[in-house]
């Protein structure tokens, strides 16, 4: 944890999530490893790692859907143990699947869920039709769910989750399975979220997706938080820039190597793609005269940048594989 706020409610009641040392098994599987967050409200937390990483079992422990086997957590300085009746009364989880009824139309599904949450049903279908054309649906209202599109289902699943706004919306990797264009439209309606007050705590193996929409991440692998940070932050902790040079001979590659890593003083890596040369450079001035010395060397050069680390980069930096690969681990996703 950072700072000394402990585990009394965060400093002066700015923090959303709490958490100290959690621990979840599966049998002889350690699922969740001595995680510890801290997240603040109204932010957009990204819970960044692998399949099997421990994201979606640190959800459900926070959730109050899971009892850790040791450590501490609270939201909104509620024990997410003790006091869970409170606890799931300020927050709502959208899991990896949608959890809408397909036999029943949009509207009817958010009805549905508007009368069991207390709304008359004046209210309940006042409400289902704002939800609905808020999330680009009002064309959809009457048909089944069932005949929905992966991305109107995944909007109706969201949706649904907000019938009641929630101090904290859960979500767990709302995009999975998406096309580009729904997956931007989730993000929007991430965005839309936040901006009107809720914490997001979302947790997603694309990088990319970490990277538009979090104010922090952390990256968990094995069961255990290992770096946390800005995006901005996390890039800047695996160096200052990275060089990605492409050859036009692949059998000059081995010489380039060699020509680069004497100039730049660093190791030069050697993606899957032949032609590819990848470098983590901590003196970028020192790139130019690098670059000038593979003509020099007889070796063609197609293509070559300079920039920022991606999120990519540092999570390949961090944990050595890269968060497409599944982890040898179950987590509880099959529970």
Not at 108 to 117: F, Q, T
Not at 229 to 240: A, D, I, W
Not at 291 to 304: E, K, Q, R, T
Request: aromatic share 4%.
């Amino acid at each position: 944890m950072k700072g000394d706020s402990g585990m009394n409610g965060g400093r002066d009641g700015a923090l959303a999530v709490e958490a100290e040392g959690l621990v979840y098994r599966f049998g002889d599987n350690v699922a969740v490893d001595g995680v510890d967050l801290e997240i603040s409200r109204g932010e957009i937390f990204g819970f960044l790692g692998p399949n099997g990483a421990g994201k979606t079992t640190t959800i459900r422990m926070l959730a109050t859907l899971l009892r850790p086997d040791s450590g501490a957590a609270r939201v909104f300085g509620h024990d997410v143990v003790r006091e869970a009746d409170t606890v799931r009364g300020l927050v709502s989880l959208t899991g990896q699947f949608a959890s809408v009824d397909e036999d029943l139309t949009g509207k009817e599904n958010l009805i549905l869920i508007a009368r069991l949450l207390g709304y008359s049903r004046k209210e309940a279908k006042v409400r289902a039709d704002e939800l609905l054309e808020a999330f680009g649906l009002s064309d959809a209202a009457g048909r089944q769910a069932k005949t929905y599109s992966g991305g109107m289902r995944r909007r109706l699943d969201i949706a649904a989750s907000i019938v009641i706004t929630p101090e904290l919306l859960f979500l767990d990797e709302p995009t999975t399975g998406l096309d580009p264009r729904n997956r931007n439209q989730v993000w929007d309606i991430v965005r839309s979220m936040a901006s009107g007050g809720t914490t997001v705590l979302l947790t997603t193996q694309y990088l990319d997706e970490a990277d538009q929409l979090a104010d922090r991440i952390a990256v968990i692998d094995n069961g255990k938080v290992i770096a946390e940070g800005t995006p901005g932050e996390l890039k800047g902790s695996v160096g200052s820039g990275v060089l990605h040079v492409r050859l036009r001979d692949p059998g000059s590659r081995p010489e380039a190597v060699r020509v680069l890593s004497r100039a730049i003083g660093v190791a030069v890596e050697t993606p899957s793609d032949p032609v590819a040369l990848l470098a983590r450079v901590s003196e970028p001035e020192r790139v130019p005269e690098a670059l000038a010395g593979l003509p020099h060397a007889g070796i063609a050069v197609s293509d070559f940048s300079l920039g920022q680390p991606s999120l990519d980069e540092v999570f390949l930096a961090l944990t050595g594989h890269p968060t497409e690969e599944k982890a040898d681990k179950k987590e509880e996703e099959a529970v």
